[in-house]
């Protein structure tokens, strides 16, 4: 049975980032105005002099230790587990045993960051190469260390559409228990940091040798990031037996595609303005109605000037604030969606507005400017969250306050 | 100038892929971009490193690129013009 | 549901709806998709750009639009359990062979996995939902209850779901050291009949349109769809199908054919005999990784092959099937598991 109306319940939130180990560090930056890039001190790359990078703030073996793992797996893996299980620990869901529990994640690195140290003596002799830092490449093999460490086994996947995975993992939990598949679904990404991708994003010439700005009129590029955020979603059910009863849901959701090239997006932003729009009418909400928009805001130039474009087209002339948070966490590419769909909980939770920081130009084609200093005791009920990804791949989420 | 035109052709093919034509086919003043061989912004960061690789010319600014790389000739002009200030 | 269209690339002559008469024999433990033409469905300036992978999917893709006789479905998705290996490969090459320097954007591009769904809406202008589904033996189930949920939601009315995964030089030698394939010369049409162990390793890209409403010229309805992880034991896996069987309303007399996923590792068949001997009730059983092969979203194959097994009735003539199917087929059950990890239970009926 499918009930297309049941609200959906935020019960937990959980995060790793280069601003904090968990959401109450993550705050605390957000609020202090607290970025998280630098240069380059755990990833080992020949780019490690020129490009600042955010990473998290601790080595393999002390992510372990938090973790819980007794061995050492995939970065991507790890950062998954510490988020996930903090997420858990939040929504304190006592009877969660018995109920049909969930685990969609995402990412786009996967396992990489051990199979690229995997290719450096396979390429030389196919017999070398230790296989085990092969055997959970896969993307998916990523979710089911995590999913086996929690224990959670009724409905488990991974989304990987670049950019916009996580928040499409965390939509799609929704659904699942809207169509009474599950009860609870912990949902949202991963991703750490790997040569693989920084080489990539290298080669399409996006990436900032400087600190990222985003929105700005000299915005040069991106700096990427690394990390993971879930959150825990529960149906109307369960949210009824919980103690305290959680105030925020997840009204809308949309995916669209740009259809416009496979990794830029169309200048008139086609893509996020269907899916920004697709939320709202699946919120049952207007424009007006949003009160602080978590740009995706990468700082290329091609992202903010589409994105911007699409915002201006669905909100003239009544621009809620706005600001890109990827200015304290840089992209994380995968775990974008699931970082900053907790963001965006906590700017309901706080009454917040987060800054972008470093705007000293806004651009000119646009008629607003994102939020510049943190703004607190906000009135924020509506709050939508933008994850656009290569391949053309738009979501957008809207959280609300209940 | 010539020999330069002509083994750039048989690169452009090589480098993105152009199984379907020949060096012949591409006129030395034959726009690459939109028109003409209908390249894209991708085929123009291969076209860089192409650059680099063959020629040991960096173009550090992608916004460059549709000036150098209007055409086969324009490209051979460029790479000329450095290769004099480089030697 | 209605299974409208298909499209399926794979090592029989499957493309281009071909009966499948004979099965095509290969010795060794790798399977080779049986390619079309690329160029009669994809512009060459595109296909350039394009490695095989992506080919294979969106040729699959076109030709089943092109039997549904849409070019806008209402949603493409698609499930890849190690997307674009090819690409991946040649990108990570040059990355540690030119110790990151002078890398090109292509390969990098192209190695996202969602980049088949990608050039699919792409090419196609689709400008609705597009997602992608990477997880093992779940990809494809996963990417169908996607589109079964989109469908039951009324947020579409038909979607494009697809399974594509390759076999490259590399990956091939990575599993072969993971011991997963048979050593030695050995017939994909004898896999079942040693029982040794190790499989064949397949590859397929295979895509289904699935519509809410019925029309004149479906292969058959899809019913339901379950998937379960890492069951406890045999006595789990039953009490999976019965429940599931329970859920459909089925009893199993009302199936007419099994399809099941032995792949001729004697160990991970085990099961799907002793289901034989006492679920499946020794109805009539076929296999079909013979065939296709070996890899984690094969099971698409099956669908595709119990697709068209119900809309002519009969099982394909390459199956020389011996057992007694006295009427027309008309009620499939798919029992499929990969490694003894993602186990997947799939019905489908006549319209």
């Known amino acids: 049975m499918l009930n297309n109306n049941e609200p959906v319940f935020v019960a937990g939130t959980g995060i790793i980032s280069a601003i904090g180990n968990k959401v109450a560090e993550c705050l605390d930056a957000l609020e202090s105005g607290r970025a998280g890039m630098g240069p380059m001190h755990y990833l080992q790359s020949a780019h490690r002099q020129r490009l600042p990078v955010a990473e998290v703030k601790l080595s393999n073996d002390e992510l372990a230790k938090l973790a819980g793992l007794p061995r050492i797996k995939s970065r991507t893996a790890l950062l998954s587990l510490v988020a996930a299980k903090e997420a858990l620990q939040q929504a304190g869901i006592e009877n969660i045993k018995d109920l049909r529990t969930g685990f969609i994640s995402a990412t786009s690195v996967g396992g990489m960051d051990k199979t690229e140290n995997f290719f450096n003596e396979f390429l030389s002799d196919n017999s070398k190469g230790k296989l085990r830092d092969v055997i959970n490449h896969e993307c998916g093999s990523v979710t089911e260390l995590v999913a086996d460490a929690l224990g959670i086994k009724d409905y488990i996947t991974t989304?990987?559409?670049?950019?916009?995975?996580?928040?499409?993992?965390?939509?799609?939990?929704?659904?699942?228990?809207?169509?009474?598949?599950?009860?609870?679904?912990?949902?949202?990404?991963?991703?750490?940091?790997?040569?693989?991708?920084?080489?990539?994003?290298?080669?399409?010439?996006?990436?900032?040798?400087?600190?990222?700005?985003?929105?700005?009129?000299?915005?040069?590029?991106?700096?990427?990031?690394?990390?993971?955020?879930?959150?825990?979603?529960?149906?109307?059910?369960?949210?009824?037996?919980?103690?305290?009863?959680?105030?925020?849901?997840?009204?809308?959701?949309?995916?669209?595609?740009?259809?416009?090239?496979?990794?830029?997006?169309?200048?008139?932003?086609?893509?996020?303005?269907?899916?920004?729009?697709?939320?709202?009418?699946?919120?049952?909400?207007?424009?007006?109605?949003?009160?602080?928009?978590n740009l995706h805001g990468t700082g290329t130039q091609n992202n903010d000037i589409a994105e911007g474009t699409a915002i201006k087209r669905l909100f003239d002339p009544h621009y809620p604030k706005m600001s890109s948070t990827k200015t304290f966490t840089g992209h994380t590419l995968g775990a974008s969606g699931g970082i900053e769909a907790v963001f965006s909980v906590l700017a309901l939770q706080h009454g917040m507005i987060f800054p972008n920081l470093r705007l000293q130009i806004p651009m000119v084609d646009l008629p607003f400017v994102p939020e510049r200093e943190i703004i607190k005791n906000a009135t924020v009920k509506h709050v939508l969250s933008n994850s656009f990804g290569f391949g053309g791949n738009c979501s957008s989420l809207i959280f609300s306050k209940v | 100038?010539?020999?330069?035109?002509?083994?750039?052709?048989?690169?452009?093919?090589?480098?993105?892929?152009?199984?379907?034509?020949?060096?012949?086919?591409?006129?030395?003043?034959?726009?690459?971009?939109?028109?003409?061989?209908?390249?894209?912004?991708?085929?123009?960061?291969?076209?860089?490193?192409?650059?680099?690789?063959?020629?040991?010319?960096?173009?550090?600014?992608?916004?460059?690129?549709?000036?150098?790389?209007?055409?086969v000739r324009t490209m051979a002009e460029y790479i000329t013009a450095h290769q004099a200030q480089n030697a | 549901m209605y299974i409208r269209a298909t499209g399926n690339i794979s090592p029989q002559k499957t493309f281009g709806h071909q009966p499948l008469v004979d099965a095509a024999a290969y010795t060794g433990n790798r399977l080779a998709c049986i390619e079309p033409d690329y160029k009669e469905f994809i512009d060459p300036k595109q296909i350039r750009r394009m490695s095989r992978i992506i080919r294979m999917g969106v040729a699959a893709a076109m030709e089943c639009l092109q039997e549904a006789g849409t070019k806008a479905p209402d949603a493409i998705i698609t499930g890849t359990a190690y997307?674009?290996?090819?690409?991946?490969?040649?990108?990570?090459?040059?990355?540690?062979?030119?110790?990151?320097e002078l890398l090109t954007p292509t390969s990098f591009i192209q190695s996202t996995h969602n980049t088949i769904g990608a050039q699919i809406g792409l090419m196609l202008q689709c400008n609705n939902y597009n997602n992608a589904f990477v997880h093992r033996g779940f990809s494809f189930e996963s990417a169908l209850l996607d589109g079964m949920m989109l469908l039951k939601e009324k947020d579409a009315s038909n979607v494009l779901i697809g399974a594509i995964d390759e076999i490259t030089n590399t990956s091939h030698t990575i599993l072969n050291r993971m011991g997963l394939y048979k050593q030695g010369p050995v017939s994909n049409l004898d896999i079942y009949k040693n029982k040794t162990k190790g499989t064949i390793a397949g590859e397929g890209a295979t895509f289904f349109l699935l519509a809410n409403e019925p029309s004149a010229t479906d292969y058959a309805k899809l019913d339901g769809l379950h998937t379960f992880y890492r069951p406890e034991g045999n006595a789990e896996i039953k009490k999976q199908i019965t429940s599931f069987l329970e859920r459909h309303s089925v009893s199993m007399d009302e199936i007419d054919l099994v399809i099941t996923g032995k792949n001729g590792d004697a160990g991970s068949d085990k099961i799907y005999e002793q289901l034989g001997e006492t679920v499946f009730n020794a109805k009539n059983t076929v296999n079909y990784k013979h065939l296709s092969g070996e890899y984690p979203t094969a099971v698409a194959f099956a669908m595709w092959l119990a697709a068209v097994t119900i809309r002519s009735g009969d099982l394909p003539a390459a199956f020389n099937y011996t057992g007694a199917i006295d009427k027309r087929i008309n009620r499939v059950l798919i029992y499929n598991h990969y490694q003894g990890i993602h186990h997947s239970l799939s019905l489908l009926s006549a319209c």
């Not at chain 3, 997307?83 to 990151?100: A, H, I, P, R, Y």
């Open chain 2, 1 to 71: 100038m010539d020999k330069l035109m002509s083994d750039l052709k048989t690169q452009i093919i090589a480098q993105l892929n152009l199984q379907d034509t020949k060096p012949e086919d591409i006129g030395d003043d034959q726009p690459l971009f939109v028109e003409g061989l209908g390249l894209d912004s991708i085929d123009a960061l291969e076209l860089i490193v192409l650059l680099q690789q063959q020629y040991k010319i960096k173009l550090s600014n992608a916004e460059d690129g549709p000036k150098v790389f209007k055409t």
């Open chain 1, 159 to 293: 989304v990987s559409t670049a950019c916009s995975s996580s928040a499409n993992a965390i939509f799609l939990g929704a659904r699942l228990i809207r169509n009474n598949i599950v009860d609870v679904v912990v949902a949202g990404g991963t991703d750490s940091l790997a040569r693989f991708t920084l080489n990539g994003f290298n080669t399409l010439m996006i990436v900032d040798e400087q600190f990222c700005q985003p929105f700005d009129e000299n915005r040069r590029g991106l700096n990427l990031g690394e990390g993971a955020g879930y959150v825990v979603l529960i149906s109307d059910k369960v949210a009824a037996t919980l103690k305290n009863k959680p105030g925020i849901i997840l009204s809308g959701y949309c995916n669209a595609n740009d259809a416009y090239h496979q990794t830029a997006s169309s200048p008139d932003g086609i893509g996020s303005y269907l899916a920004m729009s697709g939320a709202l009418k699946k919120a049952g909400l207007k424009s007006e109605d949003i009160d602080y928009i």
């Open chain 3, 83 to 100: 997307g674009c290996l090819e690409d991946t490969n040649s990108f990570l090459s040059k990355m540690v062979e030119f110790n990151e």
